[in-house]
């Protein structure tokens, strides 16, 4: 079984992120809304990459 810590330090940076890439959708026009979707968009990726090589190395 997953580890509440564990859980709550995947799934914090996901809302973060999805939550940002939510605001910037909606600010798309602007250059500050594309800026907050890249932010979004990279948290999500360096979480799934950060616990797919913890994965590997064990």
């Not at 992120?17 to 932010?39: H, Q, S």
């Amino acid at each position: 079984m997953i580890s509440m810590s564990a859980f709550h330090s995947m799934l914090i940076p996901i809302l973060c992120g999805m939550i940002l890439l939510a605001i910037g959708f909606n600010f798309r026009d602007r250059n500050a809304g594309v800026f907050a979707m890249w932010i979004g968009m990279l948290m999500i990726l360096a979480t799934v990459v950060y616990k797919i090589l913890a994965k590997l190395n064990e």
